[in-house]
Nanobody, 127 residues
Framework: QVQLVESGGGLVQAGGSLRLSCAASGRTFSSYVMGWFRQAPGKEREFVASISSSGGRTSYADSAKGRFTISRDNAQNTVNLQMNSLKPEDTAVYYC????????????????????WGQGTQVTVSS
């Protein structure tokens, strides 16, 4: 298991930007697929973005495409989510997650494939 701690959330006006970071413990970080999910009040948790263990491949929810960028630094054991052009509907608690599953990508948006989760960081976008 890897331990994950998110940071970087906050309050921002619509159209603004935030950069979320997730720090991971453990020496095997580079073997995990990493994902970002979010949960808005009264809604189910949803997929935002994922990145392969090497960082060479990424996937985004339609709501994030063109506005969000996921990246990772395996030397620093971190994964980031750069969020631009934020909208009030992006308001949610954002979670970092790690999966040790190696092959394929079709499962990346499935939260149940991720075994390690951070505590979440609140993002609030005001209109």
């Amino acid at each position: 298991q890897v331990q994950l701690v998110e940071s970087g959330g906050g309050l921002v006006q619509a159209g603004g930007s935030l950069r979320l970071s997730c720090a991971a413990s453990g020496r095997t970080f580079s073997s995990y697929v990493m994902g970002w999910f979010r949960q808005a009040p009264g809604k189910e948790r949803e997929f935002v973005a994922s990145i392969s263990s090497s960082g060479g491949r990424t996937s985004y929810a339609d709501s994030a495409k063109g506005r969000f960028t996921i990246s990772r630094d395996n030397a620093q054991n971190t994964v980031n989510l750069q969020m631009n052009s934020l909208k009030p509907e992006d308001t949610a608690v954002y979670y970092c997650a790690a999966s040790s599953r190696i092959y394929g990508t079709t499962w990346w948006a499935n939260e149940y494939e991720y075994r390690s989760w951070g505590q979440g960081t609140q993002v609030t976008v005001s209109s």
